[in-house]
T-cell receptor, first 114, second 111 residues
Framework: GAVVSQHPSRVICKSGTSVKIECRSL??????MFWYRQFPKKSLMLMAT?????????EQGVEKDKFLINHASLTLSTLTVTSAHPEDSSFYIC??????????FGEGSWLTVV | SQELEQSPQSLIVQEGKNLTINCTSS?????LYWYKQKYGEGLIFLMM?????EEKSHEKITAKLDEKKQQSSLHITASQPSHAGIYLC???????????FGTGTSLTVIP
């Protein structure tokens, strides 16, 4: 079964509204989680590193005010797309590691902004 | 920043043919991972390589990591339509640090 759960798997929101995507580690604690975005037929682009109890680290070119990341507990990180626009429509996926070489990925979340 | 380059970007092969996908890093890797994905779906973990010169196989897929730990290849023998998808290499350069994906290779297998 899944050890990293993302919710919702699909969401449609109106332009200008905000939408939250959750990433949960089910069987382990993760001090660090990662958020990725995938453009059509492209690879997964690392957006940011979510750090429990501290600010997220964003990759160059990713708007921190647009993509708010909160890692309030050792099992939950959230990505909030604020004032969403159609160009934010994408596939978002998170990952978490219990340590060592093991990395688990969520099943991803489809965001459609209309 | 994209520090993992994959080649080719896309590949179309006839069923039964062998193929190789390459993943090159600009610096020495700590761990190199291979995944398969259908666009917009979850990732399927294939293999993880960590030691220079390491080679692993699973069914008809073999992955190798070179001695310098900067290049990996994924080889599929006697390809089948079920092998079609996007192949991604992923890597970290120090444990616990950010994990990046390669540029991706889209594989189509024609029956």
């Amino acid at each position: 079964g899944a050890v990293v759960s993302q919710h919702p798997s699909r969401v449609i929101c109106k332009s200008g509204t905000s939408v939250k995507i959750e990433c949960r580690s089910l069987d382990f604690q993760a001090t660090t989680m990662f958020w990725y975005r995938q453009f059509p037929k492209k690879s997964l682009m690392l957006m940011a590193t979510s750090n429990e109890g501290s600010k997220a680290t964003y990759e160059q070119g990713v708007e921190k005010d647009k993509f708010l990341i909160n890692h309030a507990s050792l099992t939950l990180s959230t990505l909030t797309v604020t004032s969403a626009h159609p160009e934010d429509s994408s596939f978002y996926i998170c990952s978490a590691s219990p340590g060592g070489n093991t990395i688990y990925f969520g099943e991803g979340s489809w965001l459609t902004v209309v | 920043s994209q520090e993992l380059e994959q080649s080719p970007q896309s590949l179309i092969v006839q069923e039964g043919k062998n193929l190789t996908i390459n993943c090159t890093s600009s610096k020495t890797l700590y761990g190199l991972y291979w995944y398969k994905q259908k666009y917009g779906e979850g990732l399927i973990f294939l293999m993880m390589l960590q030691k220079g010169g390491e080679e692993k196989s699973h069914e008809k897929i073999t992955a190798k990591l070179d001695e310098k730990k900067q290049q990996s290849s994924l080889h599929i023998t006697a390809s089948q339509p079920s092998h079609a998808g996007i192949y991604l290499c992923g890597a970290d350069w120090n444990t616990g640090n950010q994990f990046y994906f390669g540029t991706g290779t889209s594989l189509t297998v024609i029956p």
